[in-house]
């Protein structure tokens, strides 16, 4: 980069309704797989930083859990996080699904950000799914109308490659500096953390409805064998021995299943072989304990 080119270095969160793709879009934006991804609501649990570097830029994406009614002392934290983020940041995304009218959920979230002074871009995503595309423009005005955006921006997480319009709005509101972390850096989360992640995603994506959100996973040993080899030993906890069951499954079929998923995107991740050795245990009613959330990595 030129030395006299400016340089611009800040912190974007990305917020909205569960499962309106804020994790595609963080995903998409950097490049590569961090934040674990399932058509179940309320899959991020905790703030997840992804690092994005442009020729100008170097934009910290804060990917946060969606925003909801807490039904338990987990959701509690996870709103905490969500919220708490919109003062800490140089930019709002606040993410939208243009499939899905604007209802309390959305609300509630606008309500949040008329009290602080945070620039917002608002984020049409899921455009690629509109038959109508003159539906687009009535959700845009609709939107307008709620709040004064500092900008408004449709996208497709899943199918665009490339978001110049989204960066060059994101890079407007960065204050002028120096990049804070070094250029290949693209979480600030370690590998035992991601890897954990992924492996609740298999789950998540492999259970359905039977075990939506009483699962929590847990790294006990990460271990460099040689510069090829990794062995990652982790442990699945559930809320009730009948959800163990499901994990497992058949001889245990489906624990199997998972691991072989989620080991292909660990190896992604670090880039060499991975052995996957996946524990099943039950802790009931963890959601709702506080040793436990902190046991998990659940902490303010």
């Not at 909205?16 to 797989?33: F, Q």
């Not at 407007?172 to 070094?182: I, R, T, W």
């Not at 998923?261 to 009931?284: G, H, M, S």
Request: with cysteine; glycine share 6%.
């Amino acid at each position: 980069m030129d030395k006299n080119t400016k340089h611009f270095a800040g912190f974007a969160a990305m917020v909205g309704r569960p499962n309106v793709g804020k994790s595609t879009l963080t995903n998409s934006l950097i490049g590569e797989k961090i934040a674990i991804m399932s058509d179940r609501p309320q899959t991020t649990r905790n703030k997840i930083m992804c690092i994005l570097n442009t020729d100008n830029a170097q934009i910290m994406f804060l990917d946060t859990p969606g925003i909801h009614k807490p039904q338990h002392k987990l959701g509690q934290f996870m709103v905490r996080q969500a919220e708490g983020t919109l003062q800490e940041v140089d930019v709002v995304l606040f993410v939208v699904d243009a499939t899905e009218k604007r209802g309390a959920g959305e609300e509630y979230i606008l309500e949040l950000l008329r009290k602080v002074k945070t620039p917002v871009i608002l984020v049409v995503n899921k455009i690629d799914k509109l038959e109508d595309k003159q539906k687009l423009f009535r959700i845009i005005e609709d939107y307008s109308k709620q709040y004064k955006f500092a900008a408004i921006v449709p996208v497709s997480a899943l199918k665009d490659t490339e978001f110049p319009g989204l960066v060059e709005e994101i890079t407007k509101h960065l204050p002028e500096g120096p990049a804070y972390f070094p250029d290949d850096m693209i979480t600030d989360q370690p590998e035992r953390v991601i890897a954990a992640e992924m492996i609740r995603e298999k789950v998540l994506r492999m259970t359905r409805d039977e075990i939506p959100h009483s699962v929590a996973v847990k790294v006990d040993e990460f271990k460099e064998r040689d510069d090829e080899n990794v062995y990652i030993r982790a442990t699945i906890f559930v809320e009730r021995e009948s959800q163990k069951g499901i994990v497992i499954g058949a001889k245990g079929s489906l624990l199997k299943k998972i691991g072989q998923q989620a080991r292909a995107d660990i190896e992604n991740l670090l880039y060499c072989k991975v052995f996957l050795d996946l524990w099943v245990k039950v802790k009931p009613d963890w959601r709702n304990k506080d040793k436990a959330l902190k046991q998990f990595g659940y902490r303010e």
